[in-house]
């Protein structure tokens, strides 16, 4: 089971990592110049990501059962709107410089990593437990490595795959849950 449970996590980091946005542009025009400097804006945002982490580990004891269902809801809604605008994205051909504080500050300060790891987050460690998170930050790390060795390599020619699995992986999770949070409430 923990097996299975991490290989989400790991689908899920990829699916989250992949899509085109303001980190990945950065990722990108860091990548041109080295894989090492691409990497580094990465490890920068993912790092944010570990701070929200620990808050949530921390704060999720004390949320309220009642409110899980609220939480669950939204972060499946989150999910489905961020699929959405995936499809709607690209990334842009030309951005400023970055490094891993350029990666951390903008990861702390993206509305869309709080308000998901203040939703999802939770999900995830109530519903699948904390191995699915070891996995998300396994893809997540996959993502870091392995994207700015591509960009490097082979330029931006693949972009619209990995946008369109990102987007069907987010919808199918969106919706599972929403679903959990149906049957949390007993609907």
């Not at 980091?13 to 080295?34: D, F, M, Q, R, T």
């Not at 993206?110 to 308000?115: A, Y």
């Not at 699915?132 to 893809?139: E, Q």
């Not at 997540?140 to 490097?152: C, G, R, S, V």
């Amino acid at each position: 089971m923990n097996i299975t449970v991490i290989l989400i996590g790991i689908i899920l980091g990829l699916s989250l990592a992949g899509p085109p946005g303001g980190v990945n542009a950065i990722i990108a025009n860091e990548s041109l110049k080295s894989k090492l400097h691409g990497a580094s804006v990465g490890l920068g945002a993912m790092s944010a990501d570990i701070a929200f982490f620990i808050i949530v580990y921390i704060l999720r004891a004390y949320i309220p059962e009642i409110l899980l269902n609220v939480i669950y809801f939204i972060g499946g809604f989150l999910m489905l709107f961020i699929a959405y605008m995936i499809l709607n994205s690209k990334i842009p051909r030309f951005s400023r410089k970055g490094n891993y504080f350029m990666g951390l500050s903008l990861g702390l300060t993206n509305p869309f990593q709080i308000i998901w790891w203040f939703t999802v987050g939770i999900f995830m460690l109530n519903t699948l437990s904390i191995f699915s998170v070891i996995g998300l930050f396994i893809g997540i790390l996959i993502w870091i490595f392995t994207f700015p060795y591509a960009i490097n390599k082979f330029g931006l020619k693949y972009e619209k795959y990995i946008k369109y699995a990102s987007m069907i992986i987010l919808i199918i999770f969106g919706i599972y849950m929403i679903y959990s949070g149906i049957i949390r409430m007993g609907l």
